[in-house]
């Protein structure tokens, strides 16, 4: 490399391990196909890990169904101890798009370590701003078109609840390392995916 090389700066790579936050109903699982692609990154999703599992009726389902029926969440120790092994996969190693993880204050801590291991570090959470009421509307359409038992109104009630008292603190965490990156949720679909693809522009 000569010194006028400046290609292998970091503000010219790429933002590949990324997070993609915000309420239930907020539209991160269709973002995050879709970003993922684009950044050919996978896509991990603790929310489609857990239903894998339920449907393959796994020890891990079996648990993760009675947290998530009641609108809870499933223990720390078990989510991290899954995404640790997920992100030690090879496909994860050039980059991810992590899609509800963390969602605990010790889940931030335990991600932090893992990334910590692997040498690595997080270059931007992209944050979901939606409205309430609107995100209540969608999930309970989403429960009638799916059949998630989880999307019933009183179970997304109370997961907008656990949101806000414990995932919303999280956004404070990354907005003090300069991570956060708001995108407006309420836009159509590809409003929101040409949004995004901005923020990961502009680093
Ligand atoms: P949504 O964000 O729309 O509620 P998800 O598919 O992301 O849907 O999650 C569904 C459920 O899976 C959660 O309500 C919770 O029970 C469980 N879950 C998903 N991710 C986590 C996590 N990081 N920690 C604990 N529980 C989780």
Sequence with gaps: ??????????????????????????????????????????????????????????????????????????????????VRSRLAEDDAQEGFLLDGYPRTLEQVEALDGMLAELGTDLDMVLLLVVETEAVIGRLVARGAEQGRSDDTEETIRHRLDVYAEQTAPLIDVYEKRGLVRRVDGMASIDEVTAALREALADR
């Design 1 to 82: 490399m000569t010194s006028t090389d400046t290609s292998t700066s970091s503000s010219s790579s790429p933002a590949r391990r990324l997070l993609i936050v915000g309420p239930p109903g907020a539209g991160k699982g269709t973002q995050a196909v879709r970003i993922a692609e684009e950044l050919a990154i996978p896509a991990i999703s603790t929310g489609d890990i857990f239903r894998a599992n339920v449907s393959g009726q796994t020890e891990l389902g079996v648990l993760a169904k009675s947290y998530m029926d009641k609108g809870e969440y499933v223990p720390d120790s078990v989510t991290n101890d899954m």
